[in-house]
Structure formats: structure tokens, C-alpha cells
């Protein structure tokens, strides 16, 4: 039985399977019910993300797909959710234990819905909220790198000690944005992941005039998980 070490591992295996077409052969596996998923997201973290992978995806095809293809994807999508996932697990209970039969078969639909927003990465910054991704080139190599505003304590404690009656200029002096990761971008297709300088993992989508963010929880002081915009 093939045990995965990382998501990384996961998103190159089930995107390995999804190109050959399932060619291994379906097995009796319990169903993926809706029970069983709320009990995966408390309790594996490497399936809460591919949960948050479909989810941004989803939210990207709804705003991007004409009305006649999405039409066709929404009524394969709830198939899915009604007997295709726990038929794609039947498939993976082969190379997999159970749950991670259960996770590769989220992240293959993942893959799969991918291609159908995904488009090469551009140079250039995006927006989600208070946060800033930017593209940047060097060396014909693209770099990642996430921006937010972080409370800076110094500054706090030098404000408070003024005026309490200070004005909006001298408030927005207690965050500063700063650089939170930068990592380099590998070249696969739809949903991959990189490591940053500080070796925590990012999973992103480079879609048209946009980036979908994911990562675990607490890997940063913020979150940056979310669809930007490109300005």
C-alpha cells in the first residue's frame, strides 16, 4: 500500500491518475457521506486543505465559466457529491488506506475542475482584502511573495503614549505591511505546491488575471488563503 509523505506527493499522484484514466480497478470502499467528510475536516488536516483546494476552485468556476458550461459542471458537480467521490475512492482504496482513498479522491476533482479555469502565471501584483501577492521574474525564474499589514508593537506602544485623541493618519502608523513568504514557482499545471525560504507549504492556482491561495492553518501570523485579484 503506497503511504503519502506530503501534499505535495498527494497533488503530483492523483493528477498522475486523473491523466491515466483511472486505469486501476474500482474495489468495495464504504461510502463518502457527508458524515464522514464534516469528520475528515476536524480531523485531517491535509484533507481540510483539499477541501479549501475545491472550494476556492468552485468559487473561481462560478465567476469565470459562461452560463451554459456552468450549467453542465454544476450537475456533475452534485453527481459528485452524491456518488462520484465515493466512486474515485473506490478506485485509490487500491494504493491507499481509507482516508487518504477518501482525500486523493477530493484533490482529483480538484484537479479535474481545474482545467477548466486554470491559465499560466503572470507577472504582477493581487489583491485579497488587506493582503498582496506579487509575481515577480528573476533569472527566468518566477517568485512568489505574499505582503500584510502586521501590528507593529514598537510603534503601538510609541502612539499610545501620545494624544488619545490622534487622528486616522497617525492610527494606520501601527501596522506596517511586510513580507511574510517568498517561493519560487515550480512550472506544473493546475493546483501545485512550493515551499517558501522558510520551508512552510503553499498550494496555489494561477487562473486568468487571478491567484488562488491555500495553506495550512497557523503557518503564518495571517491568512492568506483566498482568490486575488490582479490589479
Given at each position: 500500500m503506497l503511504k503519502i509523505k506530503n501534499m505535495k506527493q498527494l497533488i503530483l499522484i492523483t493528477f498522475f491518475c486523473f491523466v491515466t484514466s483511472f486505469s486501476i480497478q474500482a474495489n468495495a470502499t464504504p461510502l463518502f457521506t457527508n458524515e464522514k467528510h464534516e469528520e475528515l475536516l476536524l480531523n485531517n488536516q491535509e484533507y481540510a486543505?483539499?477541501?479549501?483546494?475545491?472550494?476556492?476552485?468552485?468559487?473561481?468556476?462560478?465567476?469565470?465559466?459562461?452560463?451554459?458550461?456552468?450549467?453542465?459542471?454544476?450537475?456533475?458537480?452534485?453527481e459528485w457529491l452524491e456518488s462520484g467521490r465515493s466512486e474515485m475512492a473506490s478506485y485509490f482504496i487500491v494504493e491507499f488506506k481509507e482516508e487518504e482513498a477518501f482525500m486523493v479522491s477530493v484533490v482529483a476533482r480538484v484537479q479535474q475542475l481545474s482545467q477548466k479555469i486554470w491559465q499560466p502565471a503572470q507577472e504582477g501584483n493581487y489583491i485579497f482584502e488587506d493582503k498582496v501577492i506579487t509575481i515577480t521574474k528573476e533569472d527566468d525564474n518566477l517568485y512568489l511573495q505574499g505582503y500584510a499589514n502586521i501590528i507593529n508593537p514598537m510603534l503601538t506602544q510609541n502612539t499610545s503614549q501620545k494624544n488619545t485623541n490622534k487622528n486616522t493618519k497617525e492610527k494606520k502608523k501601527e501596522t506596517t505591511k511586510q513580507l511574510l513568504f517568498r517561493a519560487e514557482l515550480p512550472q506544473e499545471k493546475l493546483w501545485i505546491a512550493t515551499k517558501t525560504v522558510a520551508n512552510q507549504t503553499i498550494y496555489f492556482l494561477t487562473i486568468n488575471e487571478g491567484i488562488c491561495i491555500v495553506h495550512a492553518p497557523n503557518a503564518f501570523p495571517v491568512s492568506f488563503q483566498g482568490v486575488y485579484k490582479k490589479q
Open positions: 486543505i483539499a477541501d479549501s483546494m475545491l472550494n476556492l476552485t468552485w468559487q473561481t468556476i462560478i465567476k469565470q465559466l459562461p452560463k451554459k458550461e456552468l450549467d453542465i459542471i454544476k450537475k456533475e458537480q452534485i
